[in-house]
Structure formats: structure tokens, C-alpha cells
């Protein structure tokens, strides 16, 4: 289910997805056919409002400004249906982003990070795909830079949204 009008606020866990401008959003877009190229998930804290995400390093960054980060300032909201949804900081705070999109807990890319906190409240949003099921070809030399294994195991943000 997606919240179409957000005006009483998000709930902690609800996903959001955006087009990022990282130089990898239109790789990531390409080869999954959707604009959706970046994705975090609420975290409340103090009244406020946060996305816990991946970019440089795993963090929370005040909603507003994620938002306004994003091609457009266009969101696409995926409400959380679990209730009292439990994010464990601790455990992801800090880690570096991860770069060949592997699928361990030692860094994270945004949408992994997404997938393992559902999990971490036991919910699996999605099936794990190879990194060969995506549309790949016409960038194999840009993943064998970054060290992207075609067998491995990835989830990417449209993935999540459907």
C-alpha cells in the first residue's frame, strides 16, 4: 500500500524512494527500468522525522533534506505494516556504503539496509535476485570496476516498491 497524501506525517518504517543524482542512479536505472534509484526508511526520533539510509556511510538524515536531495523533490511512499516497528541503530549506524553491492552485514547499500531492518521485524519484503537477472549488458565494465559479482545476491529499490 503507498500513502498518497502524507499530510498527517509518516510512520517509522514506512519505506521512501527517490531518484537519486549519485553518479550510479542511472546505472541502477537503467538496468532495473525504474527512476526509483535510492531508498530509506522513517525513523522517528524526538517528535521528528528521519530517513535512516546508505549514501556515504549508513545514518539518519532529517526527512526534508533527504527529500529535497532527490531529482525533482518527487517521493514514492511506502507505508509500514507493522505496527510498533522496532529499528535497531546500533546495529547499522556507522557502516560504510558498499560499493560492490554484496550481500553482507560488514556494509550496506540503501536498499539492503531496508530489506534487513523489515527483517530485522520479521517481515521479508521481497525475493533476492542475482545481479545477472537485471538488465546488466550494456554496463559489465562498469561493474567489474566496482567489483560487482553477477551471481550475487542483491535487492534493488524497485524490488521493494512492488
Known amino acids: 500500500m503507498f500513502i498518497v497524501n502524507i ?12 531518484e537519486s543524482k549519485s553518479n550510479q542512479s542511472k546505472y541502477i536505472k537503467a538496468a532495473t527500468d525504474s527512476r526509483y534509484t ?6 522517528k526520533k524526538d517528535g521528528k522525522d528521519y530517513v535512516l539510509e546508505a549514501s556515504n556511510v549508513v545514518k539518519l538524515t532529517p526527512v526534508q533534506e533527504w527529500i529535497n536531495r532527490g531529482v525533482g ?8 505494516p507493522i505496527k510498533d516497528f522496532k529499528i535497531n541503530l546500533k546495529k547499522y549506524i556507522g557502516k560504510s556504503y558498499d560499493t560492490s553491492f ?18 530485522d521485524n520479521g517481515k521479508r519484503l521481497c525475493d533476492l ?33 512492488k
Not at 545477472?132 to 529499490?157: C, F, H, T
Request: proline share 3%.
Open 102 to 119: 554484496s550481500w553482507t552485514d560488514e556494509r550496506m547499500y540503501c536498499s539492503e539496509l531496508v530489506y534487513k531492518v523489515y527483517l
Open 129 to 161: 535476485r542475482k545481479v545477472s537477472e537485471y538488465n546488466i549488458e550494456p554496463y559489465r565494465d562498469y561493474m567489474k570496476e566496482r567489483g560487482i559479482l553477477l551471481n550475487e545476491m542483491v535487492v534493488a529499490p524497485s524490488d521493494l516498491i
Open 73 to 80: 523533490k518527487h517521493v514514492k511512499v511506502r507505508a509500514c
Open 7 to 18: 499530510a498527517f506525517g509518516y510512520n517509522q518504517g514506512d519505506i521512501l524512494f527517490q
Open 38 to 43: 535510492h531508498c530509506g526508511i522513517i525513523y
